[in-house]
């Protein structure tokens, strides 16, 4: 074979290779050769694994913030019991007055008007008539003095509750012993109609041992010859007359004060005694008291930071 076919040989196959690696070339999709650029891969999805630093950090901050409230809320109430343990204490004392009316006692009362009655007490109790005297002798001022007295009528009853404030146990008792000892002594006295007619009773009565002192002395002066008949027989009348007018007023006064009419009938049902723990501060209530504040303040920094959170 000459120079010129083997050149020919040479030329054909490399010609061939090259054809057939470059369909070998256009029979790969686009994108997939291995050495291939200017292709864009394809984009993955966002899984719950790429959001991981996001969501930890958000969590922390609610970790924070639930510490935050927490610690906010334990000094309020820390706050509240030293302020209950630092301030000033007050202490009471109580008294129960049974109050009842004779026309209430027998059913046939108004229980509106009864209603009325108490009411008044209650205004009684703590009116200038009964506290004035207490704050002239205590020294103080009359408003002063009804600050630190409180009355109430107990639920569904005719009782009337009584307390009274002071500095010290004893303080609130001598106010309280006061202020009862002056009550007791005003409610104590009689209506005009019943000093009406206690005024008619003793003037009958007086009348009436008048008159028997005379009849005796009639009758000596009879049986002496210095008196006549008929004048004992006028004083003994008379004697008879006055005794039946004084057991009149008597009967009078029975009816009125059976009726109720002679005023309210009030008696002392429980003594004034102190009571026993201090009415003001009290630990319990200043706690709670500053656990709502701090929670209050704690809502407004939760919300703050929510708002935050949220901000764009």
Known sequence: ???????????????????????????????????????????????????????????????????????????????GLVGALVLPKTYGARAEILYSNGQGQQGGGDPLKQDRQLSTQLVYLQSRAVLGPVAQKQGRDFKDLTKDVSVAVLDNSDVIQVEAHGATKLAAMQTLQAIMDGYMTLIGQPTGVSRNLSTQLADAHTNTTQLQTQVQQLTTAVTAGTATQVSLNDARAQLTASQDLEKAIQGRIDQIKLTGQDGPDAQLLTPPYSMPDAVFPQPLIAAGTGALVGLIVAGGVVAMGARRRTRP
């Not at 256009?26 to 790429?50: I, Y």
């Not at 930890?56 to 639930?66: A, C, K, N």
């Open 1 to 79: 074979m000459s120079d010129v076919s083997h050149v020919f040989q040479y030329g054909a196959s490399e010609s061939n290779g090259r054809s057939m690696g470059y369909e070998e070339k256009l029979q790969q999709s686009p994108g997939t050769g291995p050495h291939e650029t200017g292709v864009v891969p394809p984009q993955r999805s966002e899984s719950r694994f790429d959001s991981l630093p996001e969501d930890s950090g958000g969590g922390w901050l609610t970790t924070r913030l639930v510490i935050l409230t927490l610690t906010i809320i334990l000094l309020g109430t820390a706050a």
